[in-house]
């Protein structure tokens, strides 16, 4: 276990912004000169990597032992300066041999934190990540605390050298959090923690903590809070990568030589060598915030990869859940997750509450239909009605198709859907609920695949069920995200296959002007405090923005 030291160097009077030297006790003024030698080499690291100050002494120094005034009163405005531009993921970014050099440095870096009297949401989010980072190195060295199930006791332990008051008690507005963390235990991939936003719903009840944030018990909650869900975005990352490496291995067996992966932003005939490189490089994404969209955007090419890798493979018969199939989902842990995490893997997850029931299937081709051509009329098409007569007579019906409206709230208007010349939004989203329809969500899927001409369109659980279930306005909201992502992609598409602007601009145009709707409306849903609600549209509509900074590309 780590040697708690002392704890009297996190100690010294609290300061403000501007040093004030005079009058100080000589014993505070050592103690915060202590302590400024102790984290100046994780701010050096930090200021060299990010460029976010010119160093105070020569690479490898560290500040001296007996200062002057003036170097005192220039260190401390140094590391004010560095303090005031560094960031949690830079932080995270630090190699492991620095910012865990000593656990000393990294306590005095925590006290530095804690004691800022006007904190912003950035110091907020720097002492959310170090307080997990401090007992994410003490469970390192403590492996019988790795092996047990983590509760607030075993972190409010941990974290007493860096929080004398560190308190287990349960609070009751914390809860949430560990709302979250079950959800996670019955996740299988990656996918279904991004599905679920339970990265969005995490930081939604940070955001809303407020000042009770620093409460000693909501600190140790969110210390525990982030570290499982750490261990289990790790176990969940893992487990893509086998699922993807595993892929491009059984299509290698059938002897597929190209694979249709455009729903992952690659082209459409990937070779079985460059889809293994792809894997053997893939790097993730830690070089920016987790809320920054490019972060996602990287995610979502990875599970996007997936579906494209497990559509050319085929359907898979749904599992029947057994003993054995349990014993061969240990066997297929990858030898870099823990015992804990192969554990969690193992677990089943439930079924989907937000999924529809499945309807009887119409008898279809298997191509995907091209987005129609004929206006959208109330009553259904030759093709459909044919369908339905082929339907036995006690399959549920098919729910009603649903229309875009022109206005979705009493308060705010909604932007009229425009042509693209590639389809308008009306047949795009016809199009759409026929497929979704046709063909129900294959069990244990979160994703499902349309196609809209040439150019397929990924949608999420929730996104589906907003088209093949009855809903009121969030599905009436979701309906309109898909859409516009879907007009962008064979916008998109267009104008990289033909060069032809005029669709893409349209396409943009629209989307641009629901993206501030979305963008209001999830507002309004925190403000309801409609979690579920905020969290799906949230999502939705950060991946219409990443197809615009995509397209927006192209016009460049």
Known sequence: MITKTSGTLLNPPARGKNI?????????????WKEARLVYPLYAALATQFDLAPLPYAAGELPPVRPTRAVFDNTMQWLEIVDGKMLAYQIRQLPPQILNASEESLRALIHRQLIKPDKTEADRDKIDLLLVQYFAMCAAEDQELLRKEITLEDVAWALKPVLSEADPTPLEWCEPLEQILDKTRHSQTLRDLMEEGLLEQGRMVKDSAGDMFYDPAALVAFCRFNFLLRRAFIRMLHADLDAVRNAISALEVKGVKTIDCRNAGLSAAETTNQLRYFYENWRQPFQKDYTHGSVRTAF??????????????????APQPSASSARSKKSSVSPAVSEDDATAMMATQPADSKKPKPVAPAPKSKAA??????PAAPTAPPAKAEAKAAKPAAAPAA???????????????APAASSTGVADAEKCLEAIWEQLIAVPPSRGRSMS???????????????????VTEGGQESEDLRRAVVARALLALATEKRKRSGNESALAAALALSRSEVSYFQGRVEQAKRAKNTEAAVNLGISTKRLLSFIEEAEKLQS
């Open 20 to 32: 004030e030297v005079d009058g100080a006790a000589p014993a505070d003024l050592a103690a915060r």
């Open 300 to 317: 979502d090419q990875l599970l996007a990869l997936r579906a494209d890798l497990e559509d050319a493979l085929g359907p898979k018969p």
């Open 369 to 374: 239909p091209a987005a129609p051509t004929a």
């Open 399 to 413: 729910p009603p198709k649903p229309a875009l409206q022109a206005k979705s709230a009493p308060d705010e208007p």
């Open 449 to 467: 695949t349309v196609v809209l001409e040439d150019t397929k369109v990924l949608l999420s659980s929730w996104e589906v069920a907003a088209f």
